[in-house]
């Protein structure tokens, strides 16, 4: 854990993907307290038309933040991480703000699983110290 998913209304080189990439994870590790190496980051650079927010009106274009968590982190660290994430995909992308959306699936983290790092990941605890991912 994590992973964090952007569909994006636009094109994107690759500097500038790992760029975002790098600024997610950097955003991610302080807010929650992890090593980077728990952070996967993928872009999904679907192009104009490729994410709409739909309303009472024609739908916007817009872009979808998937955040993957391990379960247990006070709502108030997760809103935190999601204004965050925003803030730098609007820097970064050029998004509007009202066009973004921050969605968080929590996990045990035995439905994680990292070779890297030698297996699952632990469950988050508070009493533990947030270093363990």
Excluded: N
Excluded at 45 to 51: E, K, R
Excluded at 74 to 82: F, K, W
Aim: charged letters at 25%; aromatic letters at 6%; a negative charge.
């Amino acid at each position: 854990m994590p992973s964090l998913q952007l569909d994006l209304p636009l094109r994107m080189d690759l500097d500038s993907k790992r760029s975002l990439a790098r600024q997610l994870g950097s955003v991610y590790a302080e807010v929650m307290d992890v090593p980077p190496d728990f952070i996967t980051v993928s872009i999904h650079d679907l192009g104009p038309g490729g994410v709409w927010r739909c309303g009472a009106a024609d739908p916007e274009p817009a872009g979808l933040v998937m955040c993957d968590i391990r379960a247990g982190r006070p709502a108030a660290t997760r809103e935190i991480l999601a204004r965050r994430i925003v803030d730098v995909c609007v820097r970064a992308c050029g998004l509007e703000e009202r066009r973004l959306k921050v969605e968080f699936t929590q996990h045990s983290g035995d439905e994680m699983y990292h070779p890297h790092l030698g297996g699952f990941a632990p469950d988050w605890a508070p009493e533990a110290g947030e270093r363990t991912g």
